[in-house]
């Protein structure tokens, strides 16, 4: 199938490319990118083809997510691929890394050869697979890497648990080195962390729930980080959740050892305020001072009447104590949250992901602390991060750039772009399109969300994956005939709207 | 035909019942005033022969325990029978609990059996909000986790105000393992609300940052000297102290706390001199507390373990009175 995506808003950070423009897909590829600000744009396809009407929207590289919990094989009450594959391509995922979490773990190359196999037949969009750093990620014997990297796996994790032995850490991170693969650390020194329900600090003093200090992350970045050091090796730190944390790699890639980093989106805005629920609305906020006049960027308020930006969302649509915030890192404090976004806009941090983490509701329907950590995170991804571009914290490339061409980077991989010739992966979003988080409308099985009834502005309209559609939201596109205000501009798109 | 100068006067409304207790943070001063009046006449049932009234009669009570507490749980029984209701105790022990029956479930039955008031008791902070998002009656929380303790905070509360007439004003320390201590918390929201200058006097391992607690209250005095906390105090709260604190290493041992933050006689004498003790029992005597202040004229003890009844009773009262 052909299809011509027409007059939308192309960005292209691998190319460094943000243009009103066309594409023309054929055989799973771009083929064309017609620049409508080039007036020499007379070849406009001909025969069969789908024309979709873009207008208005962003078209972008599809995203690459790094951090995406299956649940298949073991635990597919929780998740299957297919529901996976079908929520990331409704949240404009374009590829999903795979964690090794499942039952068994994939630690050994027929495991990752059987879910390869799955995904390939039944997943909506393309899955990577990160191998378990040790057998049954239990941190203590490796894994064959080798014949992991052979059966398809793009990097190495032992997904939600720390490798605690520094020196099994050490050995893997020497290994992944010579396979040139990335070891992906989840940071948590498990001693510190024990009978843990949420961040350490005023609110769970307050609730009396037993805290994960930011510390407990910390030491783990600043071992692993030496290690990556002593071994040459590349290490990605996962979700990396606190001020610290940021600061620690920002230090470790100015002395030019080879670490990346990745941030989930509800880490970027969510805060512990939000176990707090309804009783959030008595408790004054407590984030930091504002800086002094000229010293911070200046950005949108948080909720200006009229212009119709989403406001930092509401967590007192929660309960106290509602265990759909809980998740492993745990969300941390305002002052975390404003050092994430430091790190994500002067390159810290290199790229979002999801740590799309499914449970049902037995999992999450119990004690606060007893429930299972995680949250869905794949189909409000977009949206949250849409939060900070139309809060004017993030530019919009930049966000584009998070979501493609960061991950990719952290997978040594020719990053994902529109270049002619490139593979046809690709997003279309409306960033203004308002709608309402309602986790019944998840294709993924996992309800999980503290987002529930939270408007969120910013939808996936199209994903395509390999040149055919994988998901698209209603009639998105279907017809080019409208009427529109004529400017110097317009008249261009006009004119190629002829044919 | 409407004749005229009529004007519908509207019913006066009535102050929307409460629904739940969970903590005080959401009670204001006024209210705590009300309960703490309630709960006068509440002690004045308590002393009559017949202690005994009908306020509750035909309504069932369910007190739900999953944490052992003979002591808290003969208080609820005891406050409701008071007030007439039908009441019954369950506890985890040999409960569908350990047959691993999730909490939602367990009380999805008590609603079906008819329960209208669960009095719980429960290990993990927040579990009675959990409930309260679900159960069609009222939940009254008897402790949660290191959460909670609003029946406990509420008695402290009419203790000292029986004792001094007022709450406001008073210099309150309290002393002990902070950190883990749900009594601590609800008292610290009602001591505030009504006034008292509170003084929190803790080693650091049993208490955690003290900007934590300075943020939500921000007129507490933190101090790990108990020596010049106890100088001129009114009220001197101490806290029990677990002996597995030791075992996880909060302490070095039971020994040196008790020369830090043990109430000695000889500290009692730094206080002011009418000063009361309180404990919210049960107490290791010879940690926390010394044998001879615990039944000095000045430890009032037994009589907050009096007063918990009538407290429990107003708040019964309060939630499924008529």
Redesign the interface.
């Known amino acids: 199938m052909r299809y011509l995506i027409k007059n939308g808003n192309i960005i292209d950070p691998a190319r460094r490319i943000a243009t009103v423009g066309n594409i023309l897909i054929e055989d799973g590829k771009v083929s064309q990118l017609f620049d409508l600000a080039d007036l020499n744009m007379t070849a406009e396809p001909t025969g069969e083809v789908e024309v979709i009407n873009a207008r208005g929207s962003i078209v972008a590289p599809g995203f690459i997510d790094l951090h995406t919990y299956l649940g298949e094989p073991g635990e597919e009450h929780r998740e299957t691929i297919e529901s996976a594959t079908q929520a990331a391509a409704r949240g404009g995922f374009t590829t999903l890394c795979a964690m090794p979490a499942t039952q068994p773990a994939i630690d050994s190359a027929g495991t990752a050869r059987y879910v390869r196999e799955i995904a390939r037949q039944r997943g909506a969009v393309r899955v990577d697979l990160i191998g378990a750093i040790t057998q049954g990620r239990s941190g203590e014997r490796l894994t064959e890497m080798a014949e992991l990297a052979e059966a398809g796996c793009v990097a190495f994790s032992d997904a939600g648990h720390t490798v605690s032995d520094p020196a099994v850490m050490r050995n893997a991170l020497s290994y992944a080195a010579m396979l040139n693969l990335p070891v992906m650390a989840h940071c948590e020194d498990t001693r510190l962390t024990k009978g843990w329900a949420m961040h350490e600090g005023t609110i769970s003093t307050r609730l009396g729930l037993q805290g994960y200090p930011s510390s407990a992350e910390e030491v783990m970045i600043a071992r692993d980080i030496a290690l990556a050091e002593l071994t040459g090796a590349h290490i990605h730190i996962c979700h990396v959740s606190t001020a610290g944390g940021v600061a620690l790699i920002r230090n470790a890639k100015e002395r030019g050892i080879r670490v990346t980093a990745e941030v989930t989106p509800y880490h970027l805005t969510l805060s512990d305020r939000w176990v707090l629920g309804s009783l959030a609305q008595s408790t004054p906020p407590t984030g930091p001072a504002p800086a002094p006049e000229g010293k911070k960027r200046k950005r949108a308020k948080k909720s200006e009447p009229g212009l119709g930006l989403p406001s930092w969302f509401d967590p007192t649509l929660l309960p106290p104590y509602d265990s759909s915030t809980r998740v492993n890192p745990p969300l941390r404090s305002e002052e975390d949250v404003e050092a994430l976004l430091e790190g994500l806009r002067d390159g810290t941090i290199d790229a979002i992901a999801t740590n799309h983490m499914p449970q049902s509701m037995v999992e999450k329907d119990v004690e606060y602390r007893l429930a299972a950590p995680g949250i869905s995170s794949l189909e409000t991804a977009l949206g949250l991060m849409l939060s900070l571009v139309h809060r004017a914290e993030i530019d919009l490339v930049d966000m584009v750039a998070k979501l493609t061409e960061g991950p990719a980077s952290v997978l040594d991989r020719t990053p994902a772009t529109l270049r002619p010739g490139a593979v046809a992966d690709i997003v279309i979003f409306d960033t203004d399109q308002t709608w309402m988080v309602d986790p019944k409308d998840f294709a993924s099985k996992g309800r999980n969300t503290p987002l529930a009834g939270q408007q969120l502005k910013g939808q996936v309209m199209m994903t395509m994956v390999g040149g055919e559609i994988a998901f698209r939201r209603g009639n998105f596109g279907v017809g080019t005939g409208m009427l529109r205000q004529a400017s110097k501009l317009e008249g261009i798109l006009d004119d190629a709207d002829k044919d | 035909m409407p004749a005229k100068n009529t004007t519908t006067v509207p019913a006066p409304e009535a102050a929307p019942r409460r629904r739940h207790v969970l903590d005080l943070?959401?009670f204001s001063a006024a209210e705590i005033a009300e309960v703490l009046e309630t709960t006068a006449s509440m002690k004045e049932v308590l002393g009559r022969s017949i202690k005994q009234v009908p306020a509750l009669r035909g309504k069932n009570v369910v007190n739900m325990f999953f944490e052992d507490s003979t002591r808290t749980r003969i208080s609820f029984e005891l406050a409701a029978r008071s007030l007439s209701a039908n009441v019954v105790s369950m506890s985890a022990k040999g409960s569908s609990v350990e047959k691993g029956e999730?909490?939602?479930d367990t009380m999805r039955t008590l609603q079906a059996l008819g329960a209208d008031v669960i009095v719980m008791r429960?290990s993990?902070?927040?579990?009675p909000?959990?409930l309260?998002?679900h159960f069609h009656g009222s939940i009254l929380n008897a402790g949660?986790?290191?959460?909670?303790h609003p029946t406990q905070g509420l008695l402290d509360l009419f203790t000292i105000q029986e004792r001094f007439g007022r709450i406001e004003g008073l210099k309150v320390v309290i002393v002990g393992d902070i950190l883990h201590s749900?009594v601590a918390?609800s008292d610290l929201w009602g001591l505030t609300k009504m006034g008292a200058q509170v003084t929190l006097c803790a080693p650091p391992t049993l208490l955690?940052p003290t900007?934590?607690?300075l943020?939500?209250w921000p007129d507490v005095t933190i101090t790990s000297n108990l020596d010049e906390a106890i100088a001129g105090a009114d009220v001197v709260m101490t806290l029990r102290l677990q002996k597995e604190r030791q075992q996880a290493g909060l302490l070095p041992s039971l020994r040196e706390y008790n020369r830090l933050f043990a109430i000695t006689p000889e500290r009692m004498a730094k206080a002011a001199p009418e000063a009361i003790v309180m404990h919210p029992g049960p107490m290791n005597e010879g940690v926390e507390i010394m044998p001879e202040v615990a039944v000095s004229s000045q430890s009032v003890i037994e009589t907050q373990v009096t007063n918990g009844v009538a407290v429990r009773m107003a708040l019964l009262y309060r939630l499924a009175g008529e």
């Open positions: 943070d959401d999730s909490l939602m429960h993990e902070a927040g579990a909000y959990f309260a998002q949660d986790g290191r959460h909670a749900r918390r955690g900007a934590f607690w943020a939500t």
